[in-house]
């Protein structure tokens, strides 16, 4: 048994058989427990209000807009949102993360490394699949997700960086940065870079 508070964790409704799958793995951590399982994602907001779960594990498609995600950080910023998507791009990981998801991970992530995203999660840290974060996921044909270029972009504003530092570290020009920086603000819906700034610690990579 752990000797401290376990990570209290809801799992949104997935299909039969990946959910019993992921149930079984998170009930094997003494670490965590599950207190709301198979939720369906229109009760979400009313399961989050009711548990206050320190992680929600929920399904990247059902999510529909990723705007989801920014609405549901804002009115349960206690807990932190780990998303499973059934297939994995650079841009909606970005889009995600910017959105404040702690994760974004393909459902044919390792065992152990969901186990991780989520004790992470729960730390406040954000987690991304090593293989995003250098930048090879594919793109998506979505006018609204960010474009691999933009994926690029949108952390090196995160971290500060200015027009001419982020054109030198991508090698492209000034303009090109200042294009892409008002095509992530439109996507996002923001309109400086304090708002894109996430209140968590700095991504950090997992092996898929």
Known sequence: MPSHKPITVVLARFDDLFAGGLRELLEGDPNLEIVAADVEQARIPVVLRGHRPDVAVLDAQQLGELTAVRDLGRHHPATRLVL????M?????AQALAFGASAYLGRDTQA???LSAIHLASRGLQVMPRALSRGTGAGS???Q???PREAQVLPLLQRGSSNAEIGLELRVGVETVRSHTRN???K???SSRRELVVPY???MAVDE
Do not use: E, F, K
């Not at 791009?89 to 990981?93: K, V």
């Open 112 to 114: 152990r490394d969901v």
């Open 145 to 147: 997700l960010l474009t």
């Open 141 to 143: 044909g979505s006018s």
């Open 201 to 203: 610690s700095s991504p």
């Open 84 to 87: 499973l998507a059934n297939v």
């Open 188 to 190: 996002l819906g923001v």
């Open 89 to 93: 791009s650079a841009p909606a990981c």
């Open 184 to 186: 992530i603000y439109h």
